[in-house]
């Protein structure tokens, strides 16, 4: 019997379904959809429906899947991942130290978030340890078909860092002619505009079944959040993105599918670096992915063989220069990275009997990476050299290493009666720095009734570092230095080469049922215990990395109130006269005397210095539940709350980064007869502990200035500006006295600020004949503003869509 004559029987295509749903990939069956239809047609020799053939799977499948469709995407008017994901159930989205955005999933961290494309990974940073960081803000979204999100362990399937869940961006080729054109414009209540533009074209089949389109988009971005010395806490500028792919055939139920896209950014970043300093990066950085994709059916087996290249690199040239009025000092450091993966990876699916669907798999991946951001124990760095502002040239140190693994696995999509599917896995992977790791899994549904599913998954899962966290080497400023006493040190950070992969133990229970064709809900028990966790923790203080204190023109902090005798201002006395002429004269003179005869003080920019380690036993667990209503013919809402305890098992303390009680809501209105559509979404949180927002409870430890000998003079320049300055004998004191107005965050207990926060938006959409929609929006409605958390105020949108 034909692979496709097994559709013919009701039984087996709840078993297909459910094979293909796990899978995730659903170009093997989907019919091809027109952008914003809700359903997808599926036909065989004797069956012909109409169904939304996706939420059909998700019914049978053990995991806990959420599907956002074409349609959902242009409700929200999602023009990114992030847009996408808002108000999803339990996906917890965050900043890291750069600004980037984060996502991750039932409480686990983003580094537990695996973010695919069409099932490949992305090469991006030489960091695993903030996850795919910033792709959900770099990914558009113009030429998805739709998303899945898998909660829960997907690593028997996936393989590495799907510990909290995966997401998998699904793209295909059109198989109609047509012309996409999308345009936007967003403006923000803080500060700038943003655009968003678009223009694909798809062939349609030019002849024997081969079809082709590409497009090409630019978009431009605002730096909307700021610190309190207003400096830009994210990258913003331009990005261009642009892919073309084909489909052909070689073969009766054989296809081989070529993709290739380009990612191009050109983005700044400014910081204040204290009261005399600012630095403002810029930086140049492209992404090339290529895959060759080879497909072919049979009467009994579907055979899959895929290779694909991604490649990021990332060159970015800091200006440090004096601030406007001050001095005129200018010094330039760089940072460079190249990562490039390479993946083979192939499948065979085999109907082995009329209830076991089988699959065997395998994957090799070579992850190379490069640059001044890591040092490889035992190499010998190659030295490249810029020239900044006719100064000395400065020298980088670039190293190299490369991360081998592959991995084999196996599935059995057994359908053990009319009621219950049961699907056991096993991944053996063996990686050439973290050795080899054996994941079991095994998933069930039970369809107690036709219109009531349990569903449950058992299954052990493991996270590996990246090339940066085994051989970081990295000094980054959060988000500036303080404009002022007491001034915030830089942060370096050092890998660690003996780090051991996280392991960990996912449990998850649901019940689902349909009460009719307008009401579903469904619940779900979880449970997540972690084993050598990864934390980064404090290991000292160093003089700055690249801002050398010994490099021609390199910033250090000074100060105008803590001075010392100048030995070689030529003063006829010594400290003690001084003294006595600072007593007897007026404020105006004492001026004239400080400023011939004194020496300001002055300390190098120093770093706190952090390192990762596997210290901890972790736990995250909780409830998930969700209802969706149909109100009315054209009203239906959906509405979730999730609660998570998330928590050190050693300390008993809550993990960071994470909120405690999450409601989402999203309410939509259509009115086909007339074009009018809108979406009403958002979500709230309780008890959120920010991670970077923190809260200091003890007292900062210092040097010890109580042997100092020094004296306090009030003075008035000759703009008639009056100040204290606090005299010193030795530049040695002085400085002394200087590093005691420094911040040291390291040994100063600081607890994460506990917040309650919401985030909710609007878009309304008019379609005008059949070919052009226009839409208007607000995202952020009720203006939160809180830059630790990636909010940056009420954001305007006006944008229109055309296919013809």
Known sequence: ????????????????????????APHVYAADNVSGSDNSKVSTEDIHVEVDFDKEMLKEAPETKTIISRADLDRKGARTLSDALAAEQDIQMGTDNMGRKTVGIRGAEPRHTLILVDGRRLAGGLSKFYGATDEVNRLGLDDVDHIEIIRGSGTARYGADAIG??????????????VRLTTEGSWIDVKGHQYNHSIGYSTGDLGGGVYMDFSYGWNKSAPYLYDSDHTSMQYYGDRNPMSLRVEFPIGKDETITLSADRLNEDLRKDTTLGKMFGMTAYEDAWRNNFSIDWKKQTSKMDYRLRTYRTEYNSDTDFYVSSLPGIRLMRWGYFDFLNRIDNVIEGSVG???????????????????????RIKVPGQ???YVERKYYQLSPVPGEVYDTTLTHYGVYAMDDWQVGKKLLVIPSLRYTNHSHFGVNISPSI?????????VRFKTNIGTSFGTGGIAELYHDWEMYEPSLNPRPPYRNGWKFEGNPELKPEKALNMDVSVEKDFNKKTSAKITLF??????????????????????PGSPGAPQRWSNSIVSLDPAAGYWGDYNDLLNELDSATPQDRYDLITEYTKYASTPVMDDVFTYKNIARAITQGVEAEVTHEIARDFTIKAGY?????????????????????????????????????????DYTRNYLDIRDRVATGRFVRPDTSSLTSRTYTITDHDGNTREVTVYPTEGEAGTALQNTVEHSFTQEKVAREKNYGLWNLMIEKDYHHFLTFYAGITNLFNQYDPFLGMGGRIYRLGMRMMF
């Open 443 to 451: 998933g069930a549904t039970y369809k107690a009734r036709n219109n």
């Open 165 to 178: 869940g995966v997401i998998n961006i699904i793209t295909k080729v059109s198989h109609k002619q047509r």
């Open 1 to 24: 019997m034909s692979f496709k004559g097994k559709l013919r029987h009701g039984r087996y295509a709840l078993l297909t379904a459910a094979v293909l749903a796990c899978f995730g």
């Open 642 to 682: 999730t609660f998570l305890d998330a928590r050190d098992r050693q300390t008993g303390k809550r993990l960071e980064g994470r909120g405690r009680h999450m409601f989402n809501l999203t309410m939509t209105y259509s009115d086909p007869k007339n074009g009018w559509r809108a979406t009403f979404w958002g």
């Open 350 to 372: 085999i109907m082995a009997h009329d209830k076991h669907y089988v699959t065997i798999g395998a994957d090799y991946h070579d992850e190379y990476g490069e640059g001044t």
């Open 380 to 382: 010998v760095g190659k």
């Open 527 to 548: 449970r997540n215990t972690f084993k050598d966790y990864m934390q980064i923790v404090y290991d000292g203080q160093k003089p700055s990395k690249n801002l050398n």
